[in-house]
Structure formats: structure tokens, C-alpha cells
């Protein structure tokens, strides 16, 4: 998730890079304590992105309750983003292949297609990140439920994939049965523009929660290498925004804020805001003046992609007004 | 940056008006095509459009002075009269211009005024044909602010086709689910 900048700022005796990560592993969950999914490795050539979608079925007896509380992802260096989506609701473009070969680029480019299906666990971050949720929560699926592995690695001009792409993804078992369930927000901001010379441009969005009692746990952002500054906040339900839970500076390794918990007020929810800044010179719609709109392209588009974690309430899409 | 004497990277700002008194705001609102704006008063209706982003938005923007235009924010808010709780709220920095009547407006585009998402509507209440609060409230970087807010009605935008008026007519219907509308513009 590294820029080549980073060797500069090192020179200059700041902060020390992080090694590139050319391979990952992680050992399976044993037979009875979770499951993982696996992403081989793959090349990702020079001036390339790959987006690439993979289909997986909830293992276990047909129609049984799977509950997961800790998540281990492992990635290389050049992902640009790992998400897992369940796939619920109407057909869209994006299904498995019948060979059972992932979709790479083209439906699984297109945010329309999965823009309905919930969030199971997003990371951005290579190497491992490990992730136990708090004790008494979980994430609950139905045996045989179909899941949606999306990994995003680019390997061009603002991010590189030194080695190959590879991802690794356990999902491991609680001892008991939680007592909460963990849902979660993928929102983006899908009318942004950020133009050449342009800086200290905002977009700020919220999304509010027809619920009480909702405890924010994790977050993270998205957006790219014009990506300045990217907050979350609660807001209250008149809109009042509260103290931000969730910051980053990081375009291509993002943090992921854990161990939090945010009450949200209720009935409120919560807002992010991404904060860009375009060089004079750079480019990224010709026939636009050269601006950055929405899109997954990350040399030439932009995101503001919020992701939010929280228990408390088991909320369908249709109790968050986002958009 | 040290060698340069660690200059202030914020650019000079552009006063419009006079900083010995208030800011002042009027909201405006545009259909997102024609690159014009119109003034929003109590009892104006707004039309409702279709967005990049989908669903349906509100395109509110803002004639302001007294204050700083340089990357002016406005924030555009959308709240029920009834509780005052908002349901949706749009924020961004905006170009402004400056008029011969020495009001300074948001360049009259999508991406420079507020995107207020009005619809799907997931409430009890229609948002199409409905009465709502819009608010535009715009500070500047001194966090010099003005706020104004009408009573209006929100309707679909009678240029919209046929496609995308049935469109806001359904996904702008109170309780809105992700099926409800699928099969809109589609001849059963």
C-alpha cells in the first residue's frame, strides 16, 4: 500500500519506511475453529491495476448459524484494497463464473454492482492485520451464504506491487455464541471533484441511523493519492457533529481504527469528511479540465469511502439514510 | 520548505463586501443542467434530480458577502419541520463569483453546490410533493457564517423523461425498499 514518496520522506530522516511485503502466509484455522479464504498469487504488471472479484460460500451445515468474532487478513504490498461483501438481493452484472474463475476487471469495476450488498470486512493495509472483535460480538452468516472478495492492486505511477499480489483471509469461530451482532456501513461520497491546483477541498457527507443504542467499534477510509485528511464523526439526530473518532493522513496505507467505542447519539449517525488537494499539473479527466471525479482508477479518480463497524442495532440498509 | 522560510501555504483570500458587517447569505438552488441559479423562498418548489452518485439530490447554492469567497464552504441541509431532525446534509468548498450587484454566487454546476440526497426516501413521510426545511449555511476560512433557511416543496423536476420521473416519483414515495422500484420504466 506504499508510495515510492516514502524513500524520500526517509531521506529527509523522517519516518522510516516499512519494508515491502513480498509474500504473505497464514496458517489455516483448524478444523473446527474457522475457515479462510484464499487468494492465489497473481502478477500485477508494470502500469497495470487488477481488480478482481472471487466468489466464496459460507462452509458449515446448510442453513446453520456461523458466527465469526476475529479476523486475520494477510496481504502484499500493491493492494490498494481488500473487501468482502455479502451477496444478497437482486441479480446484478457481477456473478460467479461457472468454471469457478474470479471476474477481473471489468463487472467487478463497476460500484453499481455490489453498491447493495452489506460489508462483511474491508482492509487496506499490507502484511497482516488481526482483528478480535469485542468480547460478546460477532459477525453472524447462514452456512452456504455467498461471499464477495474483492482485491484491488495496482502496480503504476502513485502505488507500485513490487512482488505478486496475495491474499489470505481467516474468518475464526467464537468459544460461544455472542450476544451482539456486528453490523456494518460502506458509504461513499460519490460527487466529488478536485481540480489541478486546487487544495483544501471538503466533501462532507453523513448518514444517519433510525436507531438507538448503536456502539461504533472500528472505521476506516478510503480515498487516493489526492486524499489529504479523511475524518469521521458522530452526529446527533438535528446534525450536530461530536468529536472525531477516526483520522487519517494516509492515502495508500490507511489506518484501521480499532478498539473504539463511539455511542452514536440516537437516531444520529455518523459523518465523514475527505479533505483533497490536486498538484498544478496533474491530470485526471482530460475532457473534464483535468479534474478528479469518483472512480476506482487510482492514477486518475478519487473516493471517499467510509467504512464503519458497530453493534447495538441490527439495522437494514433501509435504516440508514446515506444517500 | 525550511529554505523558504516556512511561508504560509494559505493563499490570500478574496472579501467580498464589508468585514465590518455580518455575513449575509441568500440560498439559490439550480437543476443541475443548465448552469443557472434561481433564488429559494418560503414556498418555492425545488426540484428533484438524478446525480452521478444515483438516487435523487436537491442542488442548493448560495449568494453570500461579507465574508471571505476563497474556498467558501457551503453546507446544505434538509430537515423534517416536524422534529427539526435533519436527513440529509451535503458539504463542500465551492468557487464563488462575484456579481455587479456585489453579491458573490456558487458557480451554478454539481460540483459546486451543495448535493442534498432528498431521495430514496426510507421515512414515512413522501418526500416528493412534501414540505421540508432547507437550510444553506456558508463559512469562510476566518469561520465567519451565515445561515438561512425556507420552508419548500420538494418536487420531481417536471424536465426530467419519462424514465426518471417515474423514477423520483417512486424511489421519492415514502418507505422506500431496495425492490420497490425495480420494475419502474419497465412494461410489464
Redesign the interface.
Do not use: C, H, I
Given at each position: 500500500m506504499r508510495s515510492p514518496l516514502l524513500a524520500l520522506v526517509f531521506a529527509c530522516g523522517c519516518t522510516p519506511p516499512k519494508p515491502d511485503v513480498t509474500d504473505v502466509h497464514l496458517a489455516e484455522p483448524a478444523p473446527g475453529t474457522g475457515f479462510q479464504l484464499k487468494v492465489p498469487a497473481f502478477s500485477v504488471p508494470s502500469g497495470t491495476e487488477i481488480q478482481a472479484c472471487y466468489f466464496f460460500n459460507i462452509p458449515g451445515a446448510a442453513g446453520s448459524d456461523v458466527w465469526v468474532d476475529h479476523y486475520e487478513i494477510a496481504q502484499t504490498t500493491g493492494s490498494h484494497h481488500m473487501n468482502i461483501f455479502r451477496v444478497t438481493g437482486a441479480a446484478t452484472n457481477l456473478k460467479p463464473n461457472a468454471d469457478g474463475s474470479p471476474v477481473v476487471n471489468g463487472e467487478c469495476f463497476v460500484s453499481s454492482n455490489w453498491s447493495q450488498w452489506p460489508l462483511v470486512v474491508n482492509s487496506q493495509q499490507d502484511d497482516t492485520t488481526d482483528w478480535k472483535l469485542p468480547d460478546g460480538v460477532g459477525a453472524r452468516f447462514k452456512a452456504g451464504d455467498l461471499i464477495m472478495l474483492q482485491t484491488h492492486y495496482v502496480n503504476a505511477t502513485t502505488q507500485r506491487t513490487p512482488a505478486t499480489a496475495k491474499v489470505l483471509v481467516n474468518f475464526d469461530f467464537p468459544k460461544t455464541t455472542p450476544t451482539n451482532e456486528l453490523s456494518t456501513l460502506f458509504a461513499t461520497n460519490q460527487n466529488i471533484r478536485v481540480c489541478p491546483g486546487e487544495s483544501d477541498k471538503s466533501f462532507t457527507k453523513t448518514c444517519q441511523f433510525k436507531a438507538q443504542g448503536v456502539h461504533v467499534i472500528a472505521a476506516n477510509g478510503h480515498f487516493h493519492s489526492r486524499g489529504t485528511l479523511f475524518q469521521m464523526m458522530p452526529v446527533d439526530a438535528q446534525g450536530v457533529a461530536g468529536d472525531v473518532f477516526y483520522t487519517s493522513t494516509v492515502w495508500d496505507d490507511p489506518p484501521m481504527t480499532r478498539n473504539i467505542d463511539v455511542k452514536l447519539p440516537d437516531n444520529g449517525g455518523v459523518e465523514w469528511k475527505c479533505t483533497f488537494a490536486a498538484p498544478t499539473g496533474s491530470c485526471g479527466n482530460p475532457m473534464d479540465s483535468c479534474c478528479f471525479t469518483f472512480g476506482g482508477h487510482v492514477d486518475t479518480q478519487e473516493h471517499c469511502n467510509a467504512f464503519v463497524y458497530y453493534w447495538g442495532a441490527t439495522l437494514t440498509a433501509q435504516d440508514i439514510a446515506c444517500f | 520548505v525550511l529554505g523558504a522560510g516556512c511561508t504560509d501555504?494559505v493563499p490570500p483570500g478574496k472579501f467580498v463586501g464589508d468585514p465590518k458587517l455580518p455575513p449575509e447569505v441568500q440560498m439559490l438552488f439550480t437543476d443541475g443542467v443548465s448552469l443557472t441559479q434561481s433564488p429559494v423562498a418560503d414556498g418555492t418548489e425545488i426540484p428533484m434530480e438524478n446525480?452521478?452518485?444515483?438516487?435523487f439530490?436537491v442542488y442548493i447554492g448560495a449568494a453570500a458577502r461579507n465574508l471571505d469567497i476563497y474556498?467558501i464552504?457551503v453546507?446544505g441541509?434538509l430537515?423534517d419541520p416536524a422534529?427539526?431532525?435533519?436527513?440529509?446534509?451535503?458539504?463542500?468548498?465551492s468557487t464563488m463569483v462575484v456579481g455587479s450587484d456585489g453579491w458573490a454566487r456558487t458557480a451554478a454546476d454539481?460540483?459546486n453546490t451543495a448535493?442534498v440526497?432528498t431521495c430514496?426516501d426510507?421515512?414515512d413521510k413522501d418526500r416528493v410533493g412534501g414540505e421540508f426545511i432547507l437550510e444553506m449555511r456558508v463559512t469562510d476560512r476566518a469561520r465567519r457564517t451565515a445561515m438561512v433557511s425556507h420552508r419548500v416543496k420538494l418536487i420531481c423536476d417536471p424536465a426530467l423523461n419519462p424514465f426518471f420521473t417515474a423514477l423520483c416519483q417512486c424511489v421519492c414515495s415514502a418507505n422506500?425498499?431496495?425492490?420497490k422500484c425495480?420494475n419502474v420504466g419497465v412494461d410489464m
Open positions: - | 501555504p446525480p452521478p452518485q444515483g438516487g439530490v474556498n464552504l453546507a441541509t430537515r422534529s427539526g431532525s435533519e436527513l440529509a446534509f451535503d458539504a463542500r468548498n454539481v460540483s448535493n440526497n430514496p426510507y421515512f422506500y425498499t431496495f425492490d425495480q
